[in-house]
Structure formats: C-alpha cells, structure tokens
Nanobody, 119 residues
C-alpha cells in the first residue's frame, strides 16, 4: 500500500508564488513518474508538469517558464514551484505517482490541494 500526502496550497494574489509538495510512503520500490495535475471547476483534469526518475521534465504550455517541478528520489517527494501566478491557475492540484512496488506498478493520486489566485 502507498500513501500520498500533499501540502502547500492556498490563496495568493496574481503575480505571487506558491510551492506545492507531495510525499509518498509505503511499499515503494521506485517511483517512475511524478506529476502534478489540476482541475478547475467545470473543466477536465489536465497535466501541469511531470518528471521522470531520471529528471526529464514535461510542462503544459500554459505554465512553461513560470512553474518548476523537482523531485527527491531518496525521500520520494515531488514539488511544484509556481511563480507569476495568474487567476487562470486557480484549481485543485493533484499529485500523481506511477509507483513500482513489490506488488507491481500502480498509479496513485493525492487527495488534492486548492490553489486560488485572486486578481
């Protein structure tokens, strides 16, 4: 079993910054891909950023140059530094992990953390 815990959401004014963190614990052999998704009201969940175990990153066009994803493989954590936030970044942000355990490979989601950007 794998437990995923997120932290760091909140309310910030446009132009401000927030940092999201996600920590995984449990029966983990390795975490292949760590990512952040977001879902705004009335919209589909979308990929924000992802990072492989080797450090290769992928960003949504809407956040390139403003958001930075990073991971600590030793601690099984992933962070998302969000700068120059815009009102359209308002959403619930979810951590997503592709985890290899003794039971095989599975996808895990965090509970979500609210990010609200005021204009």
């Amino acid at each position: 079993q794998v437990h995923v815990a997120e932290s760091g959401g909140g309310l910030v004014q446009a132009g401000g910054s927030l940092r999201l963190s996600c920590a995984a614990s449990g029966s983990i052999v390795s975490i292949n891909i760590m990512g952040w998704y977001r879902q705004a009201p009335g919209k589909q969940r979308e990929l924000v950023a992802a990072i492989t175990s080797g450090g290769t990153t992928n960003y949504a066009d809407s956040v390139k140059g403003r958001f930075t994803i990073s991971r600590d493989n030793a601690k099984n954590t992933v962070s998302l530094q969000m700068n120059s936030l815009k009102p359209e970044d308002t959403a619930v942000y979810y951590c997503n992990l592709l985890v290899s355990s003794v039971y095989g490979k599975s996808n895990y989601w965090g509970q979500g953390t609210q990010v609200t950007v005021s204009s």
